[in-house]
Structures are given as C-alpha cells and as structure tokens.
C-alpha cells in the first residue's frame, strides 16, 4: 500500500463484521502504544505501523480531511474505542447525607435523652404513686394525662428529625447545584477537529478516536493522540508526570501527545487514538477509583492485586514508571489543593463557633448540676425524705428531665444555623452571579472577593473591546494617520506586506462575514492577527488565496508567538532552494532586528540605530501615546548559496531583518470600564494595570480608563525596570523593596508572566498597612496561570481565556468584562453582610433564651421554655432565619465602604451594641412576665408545676412573646451599620417576606392546636394582640438603639476576629503550612493524640504483617514510612483526615491500603508532599 494519506478518503467505513475488527488497529494497541514515550514511541510506530500516517490509514482516517462525520461511523467508533467521557464520582445519595447530618454532636445528645425520656414515661413502677415519694409525684390530674408523658420525647425526636432532614436536603441541593455547574463548565468546552475538510468546533465528549484535532497555543489536550503535523510544539506534561519542565514534541523525536496536558507553545495537528478512560487521564482516574465505589473496593483488595501491580511496573519505559509513583502522590495533592487556607469568613466563623460552644457548654452544665443539687437537697434535705426503692424510677425521670433542659440549653446556645447561612448565602449569591456574567468555580471566592483591596488587569479585551483595527500605518517612509489607499503604496511593497501578513499567522485566525445584516465582521482567533488581515481587506486585497498557495503543509519552519519572545516568524523555502522568513511582532522589539527598511520606492535600504531612534520618536510613541499598539512587520531572505541555516541558533536567524511597515491598532476602552473603576476606587479598591504593551501605550489606556488620575503620583513602570528596582544584586526578590514600589504602582507594562506572578504575591505577602491585602488578578493566557492560582481570587475570561487559565481561576467572567468584576465584589460583600446580619439576630435569640432557661431553670426548677419549644425557636432561628436574611439582594451602597480587611471582627461594636440592646429588652419583657405575668393578664401561675402537668396559659403566653419578638428583631436584624429605616427594600426581598408571614402563621398554629406536645394551650385574642403589641416594642426599642452612638460605649467587645499573626506559633509560619486554619487546630488537637496512638498501632501491625507474609521485601519495604516523618506530620495527617472516624481499624483496612502502606501513615507522608 502506498504511503499515501488520499488512499482513504475519509469515512469510507466498513459496514458489517466484528467492531474492533472494523479498524486495523484495537483499543489495546493504541493503549500500549500511549504508554510509550518519546524515541520508543517513535520506534514502536515504525516497526507496527511504518508511520502515523499508517495509523490513520488503519484508523480510516485522512490527515488531510479529518473523519467524514458520518452519525454510523460515529457510533462505530464510539462501540469500539469508548466515548471521550470520564464518568464523575457518584454523588452521595440523600441517605447518606442524612447520615451525615445525624453526627452532629448536639443532636445526639437530644436524641439520646428523648430516648431516655420516652423509655422511662412507659414505665410505671408498681407503688410509685405512695406518698412516701413525696411532692415529686403529687399533682397529677388523671390517668389520661399521666399517659401523655411520652410526648415530649416523641416531639424531640420529631424536632431532630425535621432538623436533620432540612439540614441533608440543604447539602444536597448544594451537591445538585454544584454538579449542574460542573456540566455548564464541561459543556461549554470546545474543541476544534477537522471533518470533511472543513475546520468545526465541536463539544470535547464528542471526539471520537481517528479524529484530526487542531491544537494551539494554551488549548488543554481532551483526548491522546499522536502528532501528525507540529509547528513549534512545546507542551507543560507536569500535570501528569509533576515534571515541570515543558516538553518538545516534533514528529521525529516526540509525537505523543497526552490527554489533560497543556500547549504551552505552537500549534499543530493530531490524530486522536485513545478518549475517555483509555486515555492516560481515564486511566489515572480509573487508578483514583473516580469511577469505582470507593473505598469498600479498596478494602477488598488483596495483595495477589498489590502483588501484579508491583510486578507490572517495570515492563512499561522508565519515564513511565515515574509518573507512576508521581501519580501515587497526585490524588493527596488534589485535596490540599482544594483545602487551601480557609476563606476569611469561615476562619472567622469556626473561631466563633468554638468560642459559643464552649460558653454554651459551660452554662448547660451549671443549669443541670444546679438543678440536680437544688432537688436533692429540697427533697431528702429540707424534707428529709428517705430515698425509697419504689420511688428511684420517679427520681430518675425528674433526672432525665433536668438532663434534657441542660441540653435544651446547649442546643439554643450553639448556633446551628451559622453553617446553614453561610451555605445558603454562598449558594444563592451564586446562582445569581451567574446572571452577572460571573460563573463561581469554588464556593469561597465569593465570599473572598467581598474583602479585595486590589485588582490587578490585564488590559486587553477585560478594560478594552478587544476589537482590535489597525488605525494609523508608517509605510515607505511616510506616516499616514488614517489607513492609506492601496494605490498610494508602491505595488512591490504592498504584495510584501499582504503576503507576510496573510502567511505569517495563525491559520486559524480569520475573518468571517457579520451574523446579522449590517453588523460588524466576526473575528475569530487572535485580534491582533485579525486586525492585521483587516489590513489587508481594507487594502482592497484578499488573504485566503495567498493561504490556499501556501498550504500550512507547505511551512517550513513556525517560530510562534509566546510570551519572551514576543514575536512570530514563519520561514518558507523558496523554489531556488533558499528560504524567506517573514516575522511581525512587538515594534521595539523587531525594529531592534532590522538592519534595512524599505523606501518609498519599494526598495530596502540601510536602517541603522539612530535612524531607529528617530523612528522611534517620530512614529512609534506618537502613535502609542494615542493609545494604539504597534506592530512592525518584516522579513528576511537566506540565499541558496549561504546553504541551509542553523534553525535552533534563533537570535542569528532573527536578525538582519528588512522592516516592511509599522502599524498603530487600536483597541478601543469598553465604554462602561471608566464608571466601574471609579466605583472600585470609592469602594477602596486599587485597580493595577499589567499588561504586554508598551508602556505609553499602557498609560494613554490607563488615563482612559480612570487608572491613572492628573495631578497624583503614581507610578508606571515597565518589567525590566520593576525587576531592577525590586531584585537585589544576586536576581532575587526583596520584600522590603518591593513594598516600596507596590503601594503607588498603577500600571506595569511590557511585564512578563513572572512578573505579574511576583507582583500579585508581593502584595499578599507584604506586611505594609494595617491589614494584609486581598488581591483580586484577571487573565486570560497560559502563562497567567501561576499568577490565578496565587491570587486570593483569579478570574479567568471565559471567551478570550484558554483553557489553562481557566483551570487556574476561581471565577470565570463569562462576557469579559471588567464591570462584572465589580458586580463579583457586590456580591461578595453582600455576602459577608448576610452573615453578619443572620449573626446579630441570632446570637439576640441565643443570649435571651440561654439566659432564660438557666435562671428560669435555677429559680422555678423548669425551664419557662420547653425542650420542644427551644428546637421551634431554633428551626425557626436557624433554618428560616437564615434563610431570609441570606438572600437580601445586594445594593449599590454596598460600594460605598472600604473593605472589611482579614482581621477585622465579625461582630462589629454596633452589631454588640444591636445584639445587647435588644437582649436586654427581651429579658426585662420576659422575666416580667415570668414573676408577674399571671398578676397581668388574670390567669393561673405556671411556675412550679409538677411533673407531666398539663400546659399553663402562663407559660404559653411566655413563649409566644419570646417567638414575636424574635419576628420583628428579624427585620430590625436587616440592618448592621446603624441605619435607621429597616424596611428599606424590604420589597426587594420576597424571600425574607414569605418567611416572616410563614413564621407568623406557623406560630399561631402552634400555639392554638400544638397542645401537649408544644406545651401551648389555645389564647384568646386580648391575649395575642397583647403577644404582638409587646412584639412591635421591639422595632421602636430598635429606633431607641439605634440613637445611642457607638463610639460612646467603650466597653463593648468585639467577637469573630480573624487570626493574627501574633497568635500563630512561629514554627507555623512557615512557607507551605499557610493551610492549616487555627480555629481548626483547637479543635484538633485531641485528635492528632489520637493519631499518635493509631500510629504505634499501626507500626506494630506492621510488624507483625511483614514477619508473617513470605514475600515481604518489597511491600514491607513500601509499607513502613520512618516513624519519626510520621509523628512529625500527625497535625499535618489529622488536618488531612477531617475526623479518626474515617480510618477503619479493621486489620484488612489498614494491612491492604493501596499501595500497602498503613492509611494514617500513607496520609501523613503524603500529605507533606502535598504541602
């Protein structure tokens, strides 16, 4: 057969017969061959196939012409080779959320006692009822209510359950929502394949193997395959092999191309040979157990398994090998990947939860330890009673019942709802910042962006339209200010010029008729490419011909465009045997090359340097103080006779060049980026322009755009004088000079990608001002990367970005925009301030009803508030509460305030003086009312009833008072910084409206037909207008609150702070433990002894396991890590294992671990790895 691509046209599938028959090659081949890599891939396919054009000719495919997109042969090539899906893990099922939620500490401790309480209201002990068991059991009306004991606990269990189930329902509506993010990101990816020779972007799960992909700079590859044409190729392989250098690929030496890795340089094509889990990503996911159910398999595992792994490692080539073990340590690296420091809000958060907790254990123990004391001695002290034996069940069931008040007590004080709230805000904020053009990759950026101080963007196409045309031009020695006329340039110039432009770019690039009549042309691909083929329509010329000419085959040599060099040249070989290479790029940069220039009559003449520089002055930065970018366009000719150049020696073959022209492009600023900046910098946001262009390009935009102002001192500075200012003598950064530069820098230009990533974690790391900045940074290209992933909060474009950045963001900004950036920062810190608003509310009820049921508890020897009463207090608090204020829409005013910062508190002085205030209202009106309540409203007292009494009108009337006023302390909860109006766009809000009324109505509910369960009898009217009137006080108390200044009351504490440093023990500083979160490590520290003992436990198993298998070198010598790393990374292990509860100490767990190693240990090492 000859080696000819045209013997298969495309499609020409088999029709019938076995599938994997069809092709003349098999899904295992192709994997193997996968395996291989640079000179043995490259032998493997000579000696099988002869060539990759053979592949494809077994594959049926035509290099040229692509597949034929036949739907059959589709389908064909899905059955045999696998579709290019890799199947998400499975979410957890409602259940198991729901089991989830039953760990909560609390409600356990709940459950525990209704069951107790329920146990003991069953059984009647025989003469329990004599008289020698004293006041404990008189009072008891009938037998009908004695049997009603049972209630309270069975109301308890509901409470629990209804908690539980809305707590399992808000995860997995989170989890659903999440997932329905995941598939938009997925969806939205394309890929750009050939099909019947027409070039066409189609969804990435729809590649199929056999198809030609066309690959370019800053693409992240979907599927394998193998090279077929490359220019220039150079590909970052670490997220597979950890390797971080790039990659050359190039048909001779290293055609294999690796699904999940990323083009850093060039372009070309490949045919696609293994998708989905063939591919080598599939497959590590398959090694992850992605797509297995988890842990039970690996529990299941036996070591004949371990065994063959070990010994199938060696066949495959060194290189894979190491991206073996490197995998190995791949998965530990995602999770502290996605465990990075914890956002500032839920730093804060966890701190004050921790600290309520221990407040609100604190008092339950003093309320049931006083209980307990005050009956024992009221009972067998004052009364002088003997304990009977037919009177302990009695006893126990008053025990029983002070336990469930001191529980009752600790519920109220720990405010469940904290998590719930920022759950609901955080989701709500986005799914609504999707219509803000805003698509949140991780929860927390949300929230983060609310405290940015500074945002550092990229100029193009995020402050501009990136709708580049060029506007001025310098051709034959003249300089027009608008686009010339095709006749007013000499013929062999501008045959030059269409050619070297129409040539020497991306063929991908092109320019397309508009969608709509009389809209503007499409331009796809690189704008500054488009601006220049612009050029050439203009001119009354037409690129395409050119390009059919020169087919991309026909290139002899591509040197792209990145981001040091700057410039992009394409070398042709010319008929004689010499060769011509045309080159465009940056005008400094190029001009600095050329050595001739061509005249007005079309002829090159000597250009030397101070010809440059009075270019340079004349042309070059009148047009860049405009505002345009400048492009030089050039070429170069090597003779026949001087023999073929040395292609890799790039600074001898970029050189001598003969310049054709200049041009100025324009970019115009987006119209609405001047009003969204001056609201940033009245928020207390810096705005920082990096950019490539030069730098009076850079400042005519900046100026524009309200970057830079008249009349202050800013800096601008280009990347090459940065660097000198902040490097020292030995090339390395100092802080200390570059807090220096940073403050008053406003627009760095001709900045490389290190440069903007030393920048952005300059700024982090810089100990200048109060608080530490919070640095916002946009990007679109491959080289951002490590600037997105440094920055607190990266926003990725999602229609310039390439699929590098967008894997290093947090956000994506779906329309480019830097508007929607501001409309990011609204929202984050609408956010915050929900928090802070369902805080203050809900810390008013936890004071008020902890403060109640203790001295109510101490004094009447019964909590006024039941335990069934307490849990409605808490859903409605909690659950509703926040559900209400979490979804207050944002407001422009929002943009009126200066960041919060990292360490300012969560609970300002105002919100104290909020919380106080309206908790001492509260207690006064309640404590009234619980001394003298029955004087009031001319009813039977309810203090001191007996056991299983039934509920008093007294007691009822108490605990509506206590729920109204909670109802209207929510909507004065509405406002945290003083305001006076608290229905202010209280419209804006259906939400927290429906919950109000709901509420209201629930609790009327409740109170007239809850009965015994609820402790509530039914009121009469007088009595509920009474219950709302006192209720309404607490808006008017509000406005009386509101009155008192602040800066008055001294005294008040702040609560929530975030950590500081001084708090943080020196050996944590270091680089690299910035993620274990503090308030955490309280929490924890019982836990890493744990580990500790675990440990011991292990290493003796260990032991034991490698004396007791035969062939125990090599997985012994796997299995034991040296204790000493693994004692040292307990806190690091216990940070990476949420809870002991995860590690099963069933011996087959811990003894056949993947890879064999002890799970505690296995964390441990790992984890430094990972850090």
């Not at 494809?56 to 034929?68: D, F, M, V």
């Not at 904290?418 to 955080?426: E, F, G, K, N, W």
């Not at 001898?652 to 001056?678: K, W």
């Not at 220096?740 to 300059?762: E, N, Q, Y």
Request: proline share 5%; aromatic share 6%.
């Amino acid at each position: 057969m000859a080696n000819n691509p045209a013997d298969h046209p495309p499609g020409n599938s088999v029709a019938e017969g076995n599938h994997e028959g069809d092709f003349g090659v098999t899904m295992v081949d192709l994997r193997t061959l996968m395996e291989l890599r640079s000179t043995e891939a490259v032998n493997k396919i000579r000696d099988t196939y002869g060539d990759v054009q053979g592949i494809c000719r077994r594959l049926k495919t035509s290099p040229i012409e692509g597949l034929s997109g036949n739907p059959v042969d589709l389908e064909k090539r899905h059955t045999a080779f696998g579709q290019n899906f890799i199947p998400p893990k499975k979410p957890k099922t409602f259940l198991q959320l729901v089991w989830e939620a039953l760990q909560d500490v609390t409600l356990i401790i709940l459950e525990i006692a209704a069951i107790i309480s329920l146990g003991l209201s069953f059984y009647h002990p025989p003469g329990g009822d004599s008289e020698a068991c004293g006041a404990s059991s008189g009072g008891v009306e009938d037998e009908g209510e004695a049997q009603a004991g049972w209630i309270e606990g069975a109301a308890i269990l509901f409470s629990v359950i209804i908690v539980v189930l809305v707590t399992a329902f808000n995860d997995w509506s989170k989890e659903k929502q999440f997932r329905g993010l995941q598939s938009r990101i997925e969806q939205e990816q394309k890929f750009t394949v050939i099909r019947k020779g027409q070039v066409i972007q189609i969804p990435v799960a729809e590649i199929v193997v056999g198809d030609i992909a066309q690959i370019k700079y800053g693409d992240l590859l979907p599927a394998d395959g193998i090279l077929i044409q490359g220019n220039d190729l150079k590909i970052d392989e670490s997220s597979l092999t950890g390797e971080s250098d790039q990659v050359r690929k190039s048909m001779e030496k290293d055609p294999m191309l690796l699904s999940g890795t990323h083009v850093m340089e060039g372009s070309g094509r490949m045919v696609v040979s293994a998708v989905g889990l063939n591919s080598q990503t599939g497959i590590i996911f398959t090694l992850l157990g992605a797509s297995e159910n988890d842990e039970e398999k690996k529990v299941k595992k036996t070591k004949t398994q371990d065994g063959i792994a070990l010994e199938i490692q060696p066949l495959k080539s060194e290189e894979a090998a190491e991206s073996e073990e490197k995998e190995e340590v791949k998965p530990v690296k995602k999770v502290n990947v996605t465990k990075k420091e914890k956002s500032v809000l839920q730093g804060k958060l966890t701190r004050l939860a921790v600290q309520i907790g221990k407040a609100g254990l604190i008092m339950s123990a003093v309320t049931v330890i006083i209980l307990i004391l005050y009956f024992v001695i009221d009972t067998f002290g004052v009364q002088g009673r003997q304990w009977l034996a037919e009177c302990t069940p009695i006893y126990i069931q008053y025990f029983v019942k002070f336990f469930i008040i001191g529980v009752t007590v600790l519920v109220v004080a720990v405010p469940e709802g904290l998590p719930l709230a920022v759950t609901i805000s955080l989701a709500y904020s986005v799914k609504k910042m999707m219509k803000d053009n805003n698509l949140v990759r991780h929860l927390d950026a949300c929230e983060t962006m609310g405290n940015a101080t500074a945002i550092c963007s990229d100029k193009t196409g995020t402050l501009t339209m990136n709708r580049m045309t060029v506007v001025q031009a310098y051709i034959g020695d003249t300089h027009y200010k608008t686009v010339p006329e095709p006749d007013a340039i000499k013929p062999e110039t501008l045959e030059m010029m269409v050619n070297s432009i129409s040539i020497n770019s991306a063929y991908t690039t092109k320019i397309l008729p508009p969608e709509k009549e009389g809209g503007l042309p499409r331009h796809v691909g690189n704008k500054t490419e488009c601006a220049l083929l612009g050029l050439v329509l203009e001119l009354k010329r037409d690129y395409q011909p050119i390009r059919d000419e020169v087919p991309e085959e026909k290139l002899y040599k591509v040197y792209t465009f990145n981001s040091s060099r700057k410039s992009m040249s394409t070398v042709l070989k010319n008929a004689d045997g010499g060769f011509r290479m045309y080159s465009k790029g940056a005008s400094e940069i190029i001009l600095r090359k050329c050595s001739r220039i061509l005249d007005a009559q079309g002829q090159p003449r000597v250009f030397k340097p101070k010809d440059r520089d009075e270019m340079v002055r004349k042309v070059i930065e009148p047009m860049a103080c405009d505002g345009l970018r400048t492009i030089c366009v050039a070429y170069r000719d090597f003779p026949a006779e001087a023999g073929e150049p040395d292609w890799d020696a790039e600074n001898d073959i970029l050189n001598e060049l003969t310049c054709i022209a200049v041009v100025g492009i324009e970019d115009p600023v987006r119209p609405e980026v001047p009003e969204a900046i001056s609201k940033c910098q009245r928020a207390g946001i810096t705005v920082r322009m990096v950019t490539g262009d030069n730098i009076n390009t850079a400042r005519a935009i900046a100026t524009k755009c309200g970057i830079l102002l008249p009349g202050e001192d800013f800096l601008c500075l280009e990347g090459k004088e940065f660097n000198q200012q902040i490097r020292n003598d030995k090339g390395e950064v100092e802080q200390e000079r570059l807090d220096k530069v940073w403050p008053k820098l406003r627009v760095l230009a001709r900045s490389s990608p290190t440069d903007k990533h030393t920048l952005v974690k300059g700024i982090i790391d810089s100990t200048v001002g109060e608080t530490r900045q919070v640095v916002a940074v946009t990007g679109d290209g491959t080289n951002d990367g490590p600037a997105l992933k440094k920055a607190d909060v990266g926003f990725a474009m999602g229609i310039a970005g390439t699929d590098v950045a967008k894997e290093a963001s947090d956000i994506i900004l779906t329309d480019d925009n830097f508007t929607s950036i501001v409309k990011a920062v609204m929202w984050g810190r609408n956010v915050y301030d929900s928090i802070s608003k369902f805080l203050q509310f809900q810390l008013t009820v936890n004071v008020v009803a902890v403060i109640v049921a203790f001295t109510g508890a101490c004094i009447t020897q019964d909590s006024p508030l039941k335990a069934v009463q307490m849990l409605w207090v808490n859903l409605i608090m909690d659950t509703l509460a926040s559900l209400a204020l979490a979804t207050e829409p944002p407001t422009e005013s929002l943009l009126l305030r200066k960041p919060y910062g990292r360490d300012k508190p969560l609970i300002s002085r105002t919100m104290m003086k909020n919380i106080l205030g309206h908790a001492v209202y509260q207690l006064v009106i309640i404590f009234t009312l619980l001394f003298a309540g029955e004087n009031f409203f001319d009813i039977d007292s309810g203090r001191n009833a007996p056991l299983h009494s039934p509920p008093s009108e007294h007691y009822t009337i108490v605990f509506n008072v206590f729920v109204m006023m909670q109802l209207f302390n929510e909507i004065n909860a509405r406002k945290i910084h003083g305001e006076r109006n608290v229905f202010e766009g209280v419209y804006r809000n259906p939400i927290f409206c429906s919950v109000v009324l709901g509420t209201f109505a629930l609790q009327i509910v409740i109170v007239q037909f809850g009965g015994k369960p609820f402790s509530c009898t039914a009121l009469t009217i007088d009595q509920w207008l009474w219950c709302v009137f006192i209720g309404v006080g607490e808006l008017l108390w509000g406005q009386l609150i509101s009155a008192i200044p602040t800066h008055h009351l001294k005294f008040l504490k702040e609560a929530g702070h975030g950590i500081t440093k001084e708090e943080i023990p020196e050996e944590e500083l270091n680089e690299g433990t910035d993620e274990i979160d503090h308030a955490e490590m309280e929490l924890r520290r019982g836990q890493i002894l744990w580990f500790r003992g675990l440990n011991r436990i292990q290493t003796q198993m260990d032991v034991v396991y490698t004396f007791q298998t035969s062939q125990a070198a090599v997985p012994g010598a796997l299995r034991r890590q040296p204790s000493v790393v693994s004692q040292h990374n307990d806190a690091t292990a216990a940070k990476t294992l949420s809870s002991p509860t995860h590690i099963g100490l069933s011996s087959s767990s811990s003894l056949t671990n993947s890879g064999g190693a002890p799970p505690t240990a296995a964390a441990a090492s790992s984890s430094t790895a990972g850090n």
